[in-house]
Nanobody, 124 residues
Framework: QVQLVESGGGLVQAGDSLRLSCAAS????????MGWFRQAPGKEREFVAA????????YYEDSVKGRFTISGDNAKNMVYLQMNSLKPEDTAVYYC?????????????????WGQGTQVTVSS
Protein backbone atom coordinates (compact mmCIF):
# COMPACT_ATOMS: atom_id res chain seq x y z
CA GLN A 1 0.00 0.00 0.00
CA VAL A 2 1.05 3.56 -0.71
CA GLN A 3 -0.26 6.51 1.26
CA LEU A 4 -0.11 9.95 -0.33
CA VAL A 5 -0.51 13.30 1.40
CA GLU A 6 -0.58 16.55 -0.56
CA SER A 7 0.33 19.98 0.76
CA GLY A 8 1.21 23.42 -0.52
CA GLY A 9 -2.13 24.62 -1.82
CA GLY A 10 -3.49 28.06 -1.07
CA LEU A 11 -4.98 31.29 -2.34
CA VAL A 12 -2.83 33.22 -4.81
CA GLN A 13 -3.25 35.88 -7.46
CA ALA A 14 -3.06 35.34 -11.19
CA GLY A 15 0.55 35.22 -12.30
CA ASP A 16 1.83 33.89 -8.98
CA SER A 17 3.56 30.57 -8.35
CA LEU A 18 2.91 27.66 -6.01
CA ARG A 19 4.70 24.41 -5.37
CA LEU A 20 2.57 21.45 -4.38
CA SER A 21 4.16 18.59 -2.51
CA CYS A 22 3.12 14.98 -2.25
CA ALA A 23 4.58 12.89 0.56
CA ALA A 24 4.50 9.16 -0.09
CA SER A 25 4.73 6.50 2.59
CA UNK A 26 4.27 2.78 2.84
CA UNK A 27 6.52 2.01 -0.10
CA UNK A 28 9.33 3.65 -1.95
CA UNK A 29 7.80 5.28 -4.98
CA UNK A 30 11.01 5.82 -6.94
CA UNK A 31 9.94 3.19 -9.48
CA UNK A 32 6.27 4.21 -9.52
CA UNK A 33 4.51 6.41 -11.99
CA MET A 34 3.47 9.54 -10.14
CA GLY A 35 0.81 11.89 -11.35
CA TRP A 36 -1.14 15.01 -10.51
CA PHE A 37 -4.82 15.48 -11.31
CA ARG A 38 -7.19 18.31 -10.51
CA GLN A 39 -10.90 18.75 -10.07
CA ALA A 40 -12.69 22.07 -10.34
CA PRO A 41 -16.18 22.57 -8.89
CA GLY A 42 -18.79 20.88 -11.05
CA LYS A 43 -16.21 19.30 -13.34
CA GLU A 44 -14.64 15.91 -13.78
CA ARG A 45 -11.23 15.16 -12.32
CA GLU A 46 -8.70 15.81 -15.05
CA PHE A 47 -5.12 14.88 -15.74
CA VAL A 48 -2.44 17.51 -15.14
CA ALA A 49 0.97 15.83 -15.27
CA ALA A 50 2.70 12.50 -14.71
CA UNK A 51 6.15 11.01 -14.88
CA UNK A 52 8.13 7.87 -14.30
CA UNK A 53 11.82 8.16 -13.44
CA UNK A 54 12.67 4.67 -14.65
CA UNK A 55 11.35 5.18 -18.17
CA UNK A 56 11.97 8.93 -18.20
CA UNK A 57 8.52 9.51 -19.67
CA UNK A 58 6.77 12.71 -18.66
CA TYR A 59 3.37 13.97 -19.81
CA TYR A 60 1.61 17.28 -19.29
CA GLU A 61 -1.89 18.39 -20.06
CA ASP A 62 -1.76 20.92 -22.89
CA SER A 63 -2.99 23.88 -20.86
CA VAL A 64 -0.18 23.56 -18.30
CA LYS A 65 2.74 22.87 -20.63
CA GLY A 66 5.47 25.43 -20.10
CA ARG A 67 3.95 26.57 -16.80
CA PHE A 68 3.92 23.47 -14.60
CA THR A 69 6.77 21.09 -13.82
CA ILE A 70 6.49 17.70 -12.14
CA SER A 71 9.50 16.34 -10.30
CA GLY A 72 10.47 13.92 -7.58
CA ASP A 73 12.97 13.46 -4.77
CA ASN A 74 13.70 9.77 -4.28
CA ALA A 75 15.61 10.30 -1.05
CA LYS A 76 12.61 12.00 0.53
CA ASN A 77 9.96 9.89 -1.23
CA MET A 78 8.38 13.13 -2.39
CA VAL A 79 6.80 14.36 -5.61
CA TYR A 80 6.32 18.00 -6.49
CA LEU A 81 4.29 20.09 -8.88
CA GLN A 82 5.80 23.51 -9.50
CA MET A 83 3.11 25.79 -10.87
CA ASN A 84 4.09 29.10 -12.41
CA SER A 85 2.08 31.83 -14.12
CA LEU A 86 -1.06 30.61 -12.45
CA LYS A 87 -4.42 31.47 -14.00
CA PRO A 88 -7.92 31.59 -12.49
CA GLU A 89 -8.80 28.53 -14.56
CA ASP A 90 -6.17 26.57 -12.62
CA THR A 91 -8.40 26.82 -9.55
CA ALA A 92 -9.18 23.30 -8.38
CA VAL A 93 -8.47 20.64 -5.81
CA TYR A 94 -5.19 19.02 -6.82
CA TYR A 95 -4.65 15.32 -6.22
CA CYS A 96 -1.47 13.29 -6.17
CA UNK A 97 -1.71 9.78 -7.60
CA UNK A 98 0.57 6.78 -7.92
CA UNK A 99 0.67 3.50 -9.76
CA UNK A 100 3.21 0.74 -10.26
CA UNK A 101 3.01 0.88 -14.07
CA UNK A 102 6.13 2.16 -15.81
CA UNK A 103 4.40 4.10 -18.57
CA UNK A 104 2.46 7.08 -17.20
CA UNK A 105 -1.25 7.17 -17.82
CA UNK A 106 -3.56 10.13 -18.28
CA UNK A 107 -6.74 8.50 -17.02
CA UNK A 108 -8.02 8.18 -13.47
CA UNK A 109 -8.45 4.41 -13.63
CA UNK A 110 -4.76 4.02 -14.42
CA UNK A 111 -3.83 5.05 -10.86
CA UNK A 112 -4.43 2.91 -7.81
CA UNK A 113 -3.29 5.22 -5.03
CA TRP A 114 -4.67 8.70 -4.36
CA GLY A 115 -4.17 11.46 -1.85
CA GLN A 116 -6.95 13.53 -0.28
CA GLY A 117 -6.20 16.64 -2.31
CA THR A 118 -5.12 20.20 -1.67
CA GLN A 119 -7.08 23.29 -2.69
CA VAL A 120 -5.55 25.80 -5.09
CA THR A 121 -7.45 29.03 -5.66
CA VAL A 122 -6.22 31.62 -8.15
CA SER A 123 -7.88 35.01 -8.02
CA SER A 124 -7.97 37.36 -11.01
Amino acid sequence: QVQLVESGGGLVQAGDSLRLSCAASGRTVSRYTMGWFRQAPGKEREFVAAFNKITGITYYEDSVKGRFTISGDNAKNMVYLQMNSLKPEDTAVYYCAADSRLVPGRLRYEYVYWGQGTQVTVSS
